[in-house]
């Protein structure tokens, strides 16, 4: 049984996979990548994954706001993988925002460099706390 930190892996290396099939103008078959990623199905997993794609331009919008010139279409794929599933998790679950932020980062460390990861923190930072400010008005 894997741990919620490798069903994040998981769930940002099918985001991946779907960007880059996208971006060539294949098929994507979302099940079948998620399949081919996890021996057992998980409910987490799928649920996580289709509400990214689902929500994924509304995130990526949001995103653009907290990067300082840049923007998330410039990032390399697996960058934007983990910011996507980052503000899902703080935005759509009930994963703490802590715990949401941190992962993001934590595998940023582990698939891109020292600059990305500040990004991440940043951009998650920057997005967790205008919606704290949101709850509090």
Known sequence: MKNR???REIIMKVIYQVLILRESHLEVDVPYLIKEQLEVENEFVTSVVFGILEKEEEMTALANKYLKDWQMDRLNKVDQAIILLG????LYTET???VAINEAVEL???YSDEKVTKMINAILDGIFKSEEEKEEA
Do not use: C, G, M
């Open 5 to 7: 930190s490798q069903l």
């Open 87 to 90: 503000i899902y998790e703080l």
């Open 96 to 98: 703490p925002s802590v």
């Open 108 to 110: 940023s460390k582990r």
